[in-house]
């Protein structure tokens, strides 16, 4: 059944009003019910007789998952007298036994982390490894079965007697994919049969079967923390912010520390009875209000109009592209627009790229350019190279862009330029382009809209502002409710499109290629009108410069 466009931008939740309203008779069901590859990995792990006992997980590197991990294999082996050790060292010296010996002898052992995990598991962060890669050979023999030798305590007093010790231990690693990364320089053989790896989910597939596993999950968090019940519309208002996050509307998060931040801050504001719908958003927007000074600041610049963004009016030349800005230091990103514009003179066909040519546009940029450049030359069909050059650039624009996600907005400013017909400023552009016409996804979709939702309301609804987006990024989306209801009420609007050929009629409101029975010129027929005149002029010029000539000599 056909949704309106207001009901894709935000996921819907309704097929599972069923199963919501019996939320309070749902057993709950531990972090791992959502983590099937990562608990047979543990299941593998403590089977493994013979073969060596590592396991390297991908995982936020943070001692909460290591503790879970512990409490996951302990209740796997169902034996209280195995040893299950959780560490947030990083030092050497605590790892292995220390020696102390007095005349070159030994008169004190002092255990180590792998003396109090032998016969058991030791579960560690990557970073040990990393920090004392010169240690790791040690670390290694030990889980490998072979014997090491302890540690001096003093190196001043020389140990005359050989020490060493065989353990009978399984080592867990956890670390995120930079650190398994630098992890495997030090040592390749552990991708290569000498670990089992598995990796924490981030994201959860939710579907009318799985569900029902997602609440159990929910509820054993609620428990677990000691946090107040959930009511079904709390529940819907999490899931909905939790397609935000993921950033698609078939996933939500697993993230135990993510959902229990918010919901902790609800349950401030519910006072610890039940939380509803209405805290968990008073939550959201509470975290929202402490990390916006950056992108209520940035927004303020053109809102004051310092930064310049036309939402209404047509120009030639110029476009309203969407961008996502990313600070070092700064908990979110966030949408802005950027003015794009591009002018054309007499030349050979170069299309310049501003920001390549001033070493403030990424490699990606570049290639988004690039193929931008062949699709539009494929599109026009000359015989010969364009006879005129053009110069694109991100107006007002001060640091590094990246990516290929305005190469639409791009084309339609291009298209523009060597047409001569104006561009709606009303609508803004996001959306990547192939060689052969065909708009792609881009990523950031909620924050690029809001961005330019924020200054068309200030400015003013004029019922015709809105964004042109690939349609493939429906599935990304879920909407502040403000723009939702927005879209709603026709005051602004999304045009999802699939290529090029749609996307020119909504902003220049002229086809892109010639139509049959159509009164006016396509964009394509405008501008090769363009080139024949030029031609034309190029042509006349040239005999009476022969002429000219003629008659000088």
Not at 38 to 64: R, Y
Not at 414 to 429: N, Y
Request: overall charge negative.
């Amino acid at each position: 059944m056909f949704k309106e466009i207001w009901q894709q931008v935000t996921p819907q939740f309704d097929q599972y009003d069923q199963i919501l309203s019996q939320y309070s008779k749902i057993t709950k069901s531990d972090f791992f019910s959502c983590q099937p590859r990562l608990s047979a990995a543990i299941d593998s792990l403590i089977k493994l007789k013979n073969l060596p006992g590592i396991l390297l997980i991908n995982s936020s590197d943070n001692p909460v998952y290591r503790e879970l991990l512990a409490k996951k294999i302990i209740q796997t082996i169902d034996n209280e007298d195995t040893p299950v050790i959780t560490s947030e060292t990083l030092s050497a010296t605590e790892m292995f036994p220390i020696l102390q010996a007095e005349k070159g002898y030994i008169i004190n052992e002092m255990p180590g982390l792998l003396d109090h995990a032998n016969g058991g598991y030791l579960v560690i962060s990557v970073n040990w490894i990393l920090a004392n890669a010169k240690d790791w050979p040690d670390l290694k023999a030990a889980v490998l079965g072979y014997p090491i030798s302890g540690r001096n305590c003093d190196p001043r007093s020389p140990i005359h007697a050989q020490w060493s010790k065989q353990y009978n231990v399984k080592l867990v690693m956890l670390g995120d994919r930079e650190q398994l990364a630098n992890l495997e320089y030090i040592d390749s053989e552990l991708r290569d049969g000498l670990s089992v790896y598995s990796e924490i989910e981030s994201e959860y597939f939710l579907n009318s079967e799985s569900i029902e596993n997602y609440l159990s999950y929910i509820k054993w968090l609620t428990k677990e923390y000691q946090l107040p019940e959930l009511t079904s519309d709390a529940i819907k208002r999490l899931l909905t912010h939790g397609v935000r996050f993921t950033e698609d509307q078939h996933y939500v998060p697993t993230s135990l520390i993510w959902i229990r931040s918010i919901l902790e801050e609800a349950s401030i504001l519910s006072n610890d009875d039940c939380i509803d719908e209405q805290q968990i958003q008073n939550a959201i927007d509470r975290k929202y209000f402490r990390e916006s000074y950056l992108p209520e600041r940035a927004a303020s610049d053109i809102l004051e109009g310092q930064v310049l963004i036309e939402t209404q009016g047509t120009q030639i030349g110029q476009v309203n592209g969407l961008t996502v800005i990313d600070v070092a230091g700064h908990p979110i990103s966030y949408g802005e627009p950027a003015r794009i514009s591009c002018v054309v003179h007499f030349g050979d066909g170069d299309i310049s790229d501003v920001e390549r040519k001033a070493d403030l546009g990424g490699s990606l940029h570049a290639k988004g350019m690039m193929i931008m450049q062949a699709f539009v030359s494929s599109a026009l069909k000359l015989d010969s190279p364009l006879p005129y050059s053009a110069s694109i650039v991100f107006e007002q624009s001060y640091s590094e862009v990246d990516g290929d996600s305005a190469s639409l907005a791009e084309v339609c400013s291009l298209l523009s330029a060597l047409s001569e017909i104006g561009i709606d400023q009303q609508i803004a552009v996001t959306g990547a382009v192939d060689q052969f016409g065909r708009v792609q996804a881009v990523g950031g979709l909620n924050e690029k809209i809001e961005g330019f939702y924020r200054v068309c309301k200030h400015q003013g609804f004029t019922g015709s502002q809105g964004v042109i987006l690939p349609k493939t990024n429906l599935i990304n989306l879920s909407l502040h409710a403000d723009v939702v209801n927005s879209i709603k009420n026709k005051e602004f609007h999304l045009w999802p499109v699939t290529n090029v050929d749609e996307a020119v009629p909504i902003i220049l409101k002229r086809s892109f290629k010639s139509q049959e029975n159509s009164k006016e010129l396509s964009i394509v027929e405008e501008i090769i009108k363009k080139i024949e005149k030029l031609d034309g002029i190029s042509e006349h010029n040239s005999v009476w410069q022969k002429i000219k000539t003629y008659f000088c000599h």
